[in-house]
């Protein structure tokens, strides 16, 4: 099911590790609004910029955080913040669908990806309170269908910024683009056929074929940033975002490999609510 759905809950629990890695997000998203924004937008420029200071003094108070006291106080936080940035990121994709933010270098779709990140975040955030989960299964579907999205749109972006003369980096971004447009689309017609229902071998053979798809983004994202850093590559990508992807591409990966294991098991445990470590 789609991440707007309200039933929807992300598999994995909220850990110290994901809390630290979804704030470094919010602060990537700030920056890449702040920055794609036309020179005249001063005001949201400026609201940008204040999410930006609000995450990055967030992220440094994690370590702060010593107990289940701490954390819960810590996690009503961020969430107030995580609602506000989603708010204002739905509020900019208005503005961009409604044509009155003209220039720029942003396009309604990412700004719509970068939503759909921040809602995903906030969901994990209230697994703190309510994390009942009757089928683990919906859970671990959902994801691959948020994470598969997620990574499909990621090509497409790059791709974006991208000299036509790169026609063997084009080449190669299309055939990936392609891949994990199909594997979502798997993901969506096993997530239907499942909701409610227990894992099947047709999810565990799927769960390994995004697994393998995955590894080779991250390999060629990797590859992707040395190019850009080396200045080998005709294009426009910004550094940051590479690196961006490729943080999340290895955080699907971990997650794939929590969902394997549960499958292994067998038995669909119910994750916690909250791992603090």
């Not at 933010?101 to 990412?110: E, K, V």
């Not at 759909?116 to 309170?129: I, M, N, V």
Request: charged residues 30%.
């Amino acid at each position: 099911m789609d991440i707007f759905c309200r039933e929807v809950i992300p598999f994995v629990p909220l850990a110290m590790h994901e809390i630290r890695f979804w704030l470094r997000i919010m602060k990537d998203h700030t920056l890449f609004i702040c920055l794609g924004l036309p020179c005249e937008q001063t005001e949201l420029r400026e609201d940008a910029q204040k999410f930006f200071n609000v995450f990055e003094d967030l992220e440094q108070r994690v370590c702060a955080v010593h107990s289940g006291e701490d954390l819960s106080c810590f996690v009503e936080q961020i969430a107030v913040a995580v609602k506000n940035i989603f708010i204002f990121k739905r509020h900019v994709l208005h503005l961009l669908i409604e044509c009155k933010i003209c220039g720029g270098s942003l396009n309604p779709l990412f700004i719509d990806h970068l939503s759909r990140e921040a809602l995903y975040f906030l969901k994990l955030l209230q697994k703190f309170r309510d994390c009942a989960m009757r089928y683990p299964v919906d859970a671990m579907i959902s994801e691959n269908v948020f994470w598969l999205r997620i990574m499909a749109e990621h090509l497409k972006f790059i791709r974006g910024l991208v000299d036509p003369a790169e026609r063997q980096l084009l080449g190669q971004l299309n055939g990936l683009s392609e891949e994990f447009d199909q594997l979502g689309l798997q993901a969506r017609d096993l997530d239907s056929m499942l909701w409610h229902y227990r894992p099947n071998d047709d999810l565990i053979r799927v769960e390994k074929e995004v697994m393998l798809a995955t590894a080779r983004l991250r390999d060629f994202l990797a590859a992707l940033e040395c190019l850009i850093k080396e200045c080998a590559a005709l294009t426009t990508i910004p550094p940051l975002l590479v690196d961006h992807e490729r943080r999340e591409t290895e955080h699907f990966l971990r997650i794939l490999e929590q969902i394997r294991e549960a499958l292994l098991k067998g038995d669909e445990p119910s994750p916690g609510c909250s791992d603090y470590d």
